[in-house]
């Protein structure tokens, strides 16, 4: 497969730390401006790339193929896939580990629920799971439904079913047949803490399917992801050398407070892991030697007490970028209340993050409007 070159000449100059910081820090922006992060330029005149997140998810249910056909529609460069595992082992594209937000789980199989009441995806086979319909996530309110956003696709309509990793990666391969373009996949692995503690080797399963459809090397067209620091290490450290591999690896950043991430502690038991050192001097270059990229939340990038008249971008897209790392922030979304009181609207908010922070990429679930953004901007970028 052709790929991103440049993206590997970021990587290698980070490997080069004993030249000393200013060394690294004058190459890197001396080749900052030929990188890019995708092997054919889809005309929007720049190296910056769309991340469609769990695919057009602003308009069809999140992770269906209908929202991944219809992101690859309106031109992303790259589709996400979360993925998890299943009972019998099987890679599933789904963004929680559970299955009460976006499926009738709770109907079709009422008794299968653990004692924390959460029905969780590991607990079912694929057969299983493939006779759930699927919708736009919901929180359940005195008994009923409620959408999560009144302004996207409704609830209950249509019919929407889950599908596997190689299911996707099929239909984008396709896709890439049928229309000469080249669409990267963008693979989030969800929590390999909690596939191990529950007996499941999910890093190595995704590697190895993606190794099956040809995503091998670092200019392949394909992205791996992980908030685990402890489980991306083990990727690139072990995993990816015992199977001869080298895509390109981004560190997503999490804030402790979220308690998404766990780790065994020293009596085996799973405790909270601290992100508090990816917010301290030198946290970059810590994370350059074992990945390629950084995946911030948006305010780590742009502080929420910023304003209109004084946008307030954080040292972390300069320090990255110092360090070799690309930075793709999540999430872009212009729903209601989704949108930063200091941004005017969808657009103001990607050219702050565009151009006054320097961000190499999005991720949003209105993949065609930033596209279009990118696309009437992008050459002056
Ligand atoms: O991977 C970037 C973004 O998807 C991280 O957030 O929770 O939507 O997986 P999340
Ligand atoms: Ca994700």
């Not at 922006?29 to 054919?40: E, G, K, N, V, Y």
């Not at 391969?173 to 499941?200: C, M």
């Not at 971008?313 to 930063?340: C, N, Q, S, W």
Request: zero cysteines; charged letters at 25%; hydrophobic letters at 40%.
């Amino acid at each position: 497969m052709s790929g991103s070159p440049h993206f590997l000449t970021h990587r290698s100059l980070t490997r080069l730390g004993v030249m000393g910081a200013l060394l690294v820090t004058t190459a890197s922006t001396a080749l900052a401006d030929d990188a890019t992060l995708r092997s054919i330029d889809p005309g929007h005149g720049t190296d910056k790339v769309v991340v469609a997140h769990r695919g057009a998810s602003g308009y069809l249910p999140e992770h269906t193929l209908a929202a991944k056909s219809m992101a690859y529609a309106q031109g992303a460069d790259f589709l996400e896939q979360d993925v998890v595992m299943s009972k019998d082992d099987q890679l599933v594209v789904l963004h929680d580990r559970f299955l009460d937000r976006v499926t009738n789980v709770a109907d079709v199989f009422p008794d299968r629920a653990r004692e924390d009441g959460r029905y969780y995806a590991i607990d079912f086979t694929l057969d299983e799971l493939r006779k759930l319909a699927f919708s736009e996530g919901f929180t359940v309110k005195d008994g009923e439904r409620v959408t999560d956003y009144p302004e996207r696709f409704p609830l209950g309509k249509s019919h929407f079913g889950l599908h596997t990793l190689s299911e996707e990666i099929e239909m984008i391969q396709g896709l890439n047949h049928s229309t000469g373009r080249d669409v990267g996949l963008y693979v989030e692995i969800k929590a390999p803490w909690f596939h191990q503690s529950e007996g499941k080797e999910i890093s190595r399963a995704v590697l190895e399917t993606l190794k099956q459809y040809g995503y091998v090397d670092h200019d392949d067209n394909a992205i791996v992801q992980v908030f685990d620091p402890n489980g991306l290490e083990r990727i690139h450290d072990t995993l990816q050398p015992e199977l001869g591999m080298d895509l390109r690896l981004v560190q997503l950043m999490g804030e402790t407070s979220w308690d998404m991430t766990f780790q065994p502690g020293s009596d085996g038991k799973l405790e909270p892991y601290s992100y508090d050192w990816m917010y301290q001097d030198g946290a970059m270059q810590r994370i350059a030697g074992y990945a390629d990229g950084i995946g911030p939340w948006k305010p780590m990038v742009i502080e929420d007490s910023s304003t209109r008249d004084d946008i307030k971008v954080t040292p972390l897209v300069k320090e990255a970028h110092a360090a070799g790392l690309i930075v793709m922030p999540y999430t872009f979304r212009l729903d209601e209340g989704r949108i930063p009181d200091w941004a005017s609207d969808y657009d103001d908010m990607l050219r702050v993050f565009f151009v006054d922070a320097d961000v190499d990429g999005v991720f949003t679930d209105y993949p065609d409007r930033a596209v279009q953004w990118l696309k009437h901007n992008g050459e002056a970028l």
